[in-house]
């Protein structure tokens, strides 16, 4: 999952077209209205670190990610902040956080109900008493619309990236092979980043922070077509 080819133009592309900044304010927002003073923070599934570097003003960061090109980028992006190569369905770093958050629908990328189950109980386990978990979902089952032409061209530093591909449905999986188009001083160069994702039900997410001992809430916050689900340990249940 994300070669060196798509990590090297993953910055340009969505920092471009996703405001990494206005959703850092929206995670701290979040956190703070069931944490009251919320100083630590695990990013699961951080990919090149751009939310950590918005987050990192606002708490003491963490992040984890299973791409070695993704990580590799967080890592000279963000210093001395620590970022983890890890599976999110079996991490496990000893400690805890007041905030674990799973952004960009990083949990779309898993396989069955099983691995989502697998990866919000590791999520949940690292969440301090009182702590908070937020998850961005890829969207739901029920919402799926059966696939769409996505396209955009942006420029940054004089490089101007095109992608483009139609979204296809595959049994439960939404599915694309995006072509991207780099120009570059000496030349155009072409590849295609192929993106699966799992298009879970509410009724499986739900079930997955549960089972994990938490009560989840999914919020119309952020892009609308996802939302976020905002959860906290339930009374008397332990995280497993």
């Given at each position: 999952?994300?070669d060196?080819?798509?990590a ?5 592309v969505y920092?471009a ?20 003073s ?8 951080c990919?090149t670190?751009?939310h ?20 590799r980028?967080?890592?000279?992006k963000l210093g ?9 369905r ?12 799973s ?10 109900s ?15 008493p009182?702590g ?5 979902p ?21 490089v ?6 139609r979204?296809?449905?595959e ?5 694309v ?6 120009s570059e ?15 879970y039900?509410l ?9 994990a ?28």
């Open positions: 999952m994300y060196d080819q798509f090297e133009v993953y910055d340009r920092c077209l996703y405001n990494y900044a206005e959703h850092a304010e929206l995670i701290g927002d979040l956190a703070r209205q069931h944490v009251g919320p100083t630590t923070l695990l990013d699961v599934g990919g670190g751009e950590l570097r918005y987050l990192a003003k606002q708490f003491s960061v963490t992040g984890v990610d299973l791409s070695e090109s993704m990580v980028a967080a890592r000279r001395n902040i620590a970022v983890h190569q890890a599976d999110m079996e991490f496990d770093l000893g400690r805890t956080f007041d905030v674990v958050c952004m960009y629908s990083s949990v779309g990328y898993l396989g069955g099983e691995d989502l189950r697998a990866a919000t109980a590791r999520m949940a386990a690292h969440v301090a009182g908070v978990l937020i998850v961005e890829w969207i739901l089952r029920e919402k799926w619309n059966g696939g769409v032409l996505a396209h955009a061209t942006v420029e940054h530093e004089g101007t990236i095109s992608r483009m591909g979204w296809r449905t049994g439960a999986r939404s599915q092979d995006m072509h991207y188009l780099v001083p000496d030349g155009v160069r072409h590849f295609v980043d192929h993106q699966d994702l799992a298009l039900s009724e499986e997410y739900q079930t997955a922070f549960t089972l001992g938490f009560e989840a809430s999914l919020l119309p916050a952020g892009r609308a077509d996802r939302g976020v689900f905002v959860a906290v340990a339930r009374a008397g249940a332990e995280s497993r």
